[in-house]
C-alpha cells in the first residue's frame, strides 16, 4: 500500500512537535529533544508552555468525534508542554518515524514512543501529520515574534 504521509518528501518543510505533559512530568525533554537535534533539523521555536482547554480542542479537533477526546484534553491540559517547531527537507514525515507509532507498544524500537513509552493514552510526543497540518499547528502554538529563522553552520554538513 502506498502511504503518501510516511514518504519523505524533498521540499523543506516545517512541523510542530510537542512534549506531552507525561513527557515534561517523566524528565523527559532533553532526550526528546535531542534526538531532533541529532537528525539534522533546525529548531525554530521552543516553549514550556500550560496549555488551556480550547487550545487542545482546537489541535485535536479532526478527534472531536472520538470517544477518548475528553481523555485526551484532560491529558494535554494537565501539565506544561515543551511546544517545538522544527524544519528541513522531509521534516514531516521523518519526525513521524523518529516518532513512531500512535501505540507505543507497536511502535519500533529506536523510536521516541517505541524507546520511551508503553501507552496510546501516555505517548509522550506529538508530530505533525503533514506539512499542511504542521504550518497550521506552528501556527496555532506560537505567536509572532517567536518563530526565529536562522542559518545553522553544520548546513554545508548536512547537505550536498
Ligand atoms: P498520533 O499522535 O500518532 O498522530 P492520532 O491518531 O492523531 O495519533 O491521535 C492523537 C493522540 O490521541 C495520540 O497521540 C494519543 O495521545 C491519543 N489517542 C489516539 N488514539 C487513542 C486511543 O485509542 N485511546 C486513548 N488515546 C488515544
Ligand atoms: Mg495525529
Redesign the pocket.
Known sequence: IFLPHLVASLEVEQTYIMV?PDGVQRGLVGEIISRFEKKGFKLTGLKLFQCPKELAEEH?K??QS?P?FP??IQ?ITSGPVVCMAWEGVGAVASARKL?G??NPLQAEPGTIRGDLAVQ??R?VV??S?SPENGKREIGLWFKEGEICDWIPVQEPWLRE
Open positions: 506531552k485535536y479532526d478527534l472520538k477518548f481523555k485526551l491529558y516518532i507509532a500512535t496510546t493514552g505517548n506529538h508530530g501529520d
